[in-house]
């Protein structure tokens, strides 16, 4: 583990973190349950994934960006273990199935959405 | 629904110094999980593990939460299981398979992650349910604030 390298990581994904927490808490008072908010953060993430992966692969993007917005940022601000809780404690009959569902169309088609953008 | 028993932080418009007080530890909180989280994530390099780990410490976390610490969740689980785990990158993973071995193969590594992912955070969460029925917490109100 390289310090600087590291730094670059957790300097990305504490607001990562932060971001998915406040967006979370904010969208479940306003919609109509909690998987609403975790799946907006998700597929944003998807979105803006798919939208630098290019922007950074060009000639001059600077070196430790990467880390800093994809690996630390992005990887922080979306999660895969709350989704898993969410969808073994959806009660709803059918929603579990809707939310994977959701997730995998939702996720890609977010992250093409950022790639055509990006390119 | 709501199994999370997450405070509410900053949303309503009464912001006065105790909730903005809140607000802070709060987020002091989600960022001592969430160094240890990503850091774990990138030394690893392998997201289906530390995907598969997530939700296991996660499902965990739940099950023991009651009588526990606001602290438990928001470290333990906003920040560190949040920040370990990654959707973004599971959908990718997906996108690159898709071009490099095809269609139904990509879709069989999505999908045997999410069923992995269901199986071990519900083994989590049988962990911490007999643990709790064992143990029941006790330290709760000794670190509440």
Same mark, same amino acid.
């Given at each position: 583990?390289?310090?600087?390298?590291?730094?670059?990581? #957790?300097?990305?994904?504490?607001?990562?973190? $932060?971001?998915?927490?406040?967006?979370?808490?904010?969208?479940?008072?306003?919609?109509?349950?909690?998987? $609403?908010?975790?799946?907006?953060?998700?597929?944003? #993430?998807?979105?803006?994934?798919? $939208?630098?992966?290019?922007?950074?692969?060009?000639?001059?993007?600077?070196?430790?960006?990467?880390?800093?917005?994809?690996?630390?940022?992005?990887?922080?601000?979306?999660?895969?273990?709350?989704?898993?809780?969410?969808?073994?404690?959806?009660?709803?009959?059918?929603?579990?199935?809707?939310? #994977?569902?959701?997730?995998?169309?939702?996720?890609?088609?977010?992250?093409? #959405?950022?790639?055509?953008?990006?390119? | 629904?709501?199994?999370?028993?997450?405070?509410?932080?900053?949303?309503?418009?009464?912001?006065?110094?105790?909730?903005?007080?809140?607000?802070?530890?709060?987020?002091?909180?989600?960022?001592?999980?969430?160094?240890?989280?990503?850091?774990? !994530?990138?030394?690893?390099?392998?997201?289906?593990?530390?995907?598969?780990?997530?939700?296991?410490?996660?499902?965990?976390?739940?099950?023991?939460?009651?009588?526990?610490? !606001?602290?438990?969740?928001?470290?333990?689980?906003?920040?560190?299981?949040?920040?370990?785990?990654?959707?973004?990158?599971?959908?990718?993973?997906?996108?690159?398979?898709?071009?490099?071995?095809?269609?139904?193969?990509?879709?069989?590594?999505?999908?045997?992650?999410?069923?992995?992912?269901?199986?071990?955070?519900?083994?989590?969460?049988?962990?911490?349910?007999?643990?709790? !029925?064992?143990?029941?917490?006790?330290?709760?109100?000794?670190?509440?604030?």
């Amino acid at each position: 583990m390289i310090p600087s390298q590291a730094l670059l990581v #957790a300097a990305g994904a504490v607001p990562g973190a $932060w971001l998915r927490f406040l967006l979370v808490n904010h969208l479940a008072e306003r919609l109509p349950s909690r998987p $609403w908010g975790t799946l907006l953060v998700n597929l944003m #993430a998807c979105f803006v994934l798919g $939208w630098i992966l290019p922007v950074l692969d060009r000639p001059g993007a600077p070196p430790g960006a990467s880390l800093l917005l994809i690996t630390g940022f992005l990887g922080s601000l979306s999660t895969f273990s709350t989704l898993m809780v969410e969808l073994l404690t959806l009660r709803a009959p059918g929603a579990p199935v809707k939310l #994977a569902l959701g997730s995998l169309v939702g996720g890609s088609l977010a992250l093409m #959405a950022g790639l055509a953008l990006g390119r | 629904m709501s199994w999370m028993p997450l405070p509410k932080s900053g949303g309503s418009a009464a912001l006065g110094i105790a909730s903005l007080r809140r607000l802070l530890t709060d987020l002091s909180f989600v960022a001592l999980g969430a160094i240890p989280g990503s850091l774990l !994530r990138w030394l690893v390099d392998n997201l289906a593990v530390v995907n598969l780990l997530g939700a296991f410490v996660l499902g965990w976390l739940i099950a023991t939460a009651a009588g526990r610490p !606001r602290a438990w969740l928001l470290v333990g689980g906003v920040g560190f299981c949040g920040s370990l785990t990654s959707f973004s990158g599971w959908i990718l993973a997906l996108h690159s398979r898709i071009q490099g071995s095809g269609w139904w193969v990509a879709l069989a590594y999505w999908l045997l992650e999410l069923l992995g992912g269901l199986f071990f955070s519900a083994l989590g969460m049988g962990l911490g349910q007999w643990m709790q !029925r064992r143990w029941p917490a006790q330290l709760g109100d000794c670190f509440k604030h």
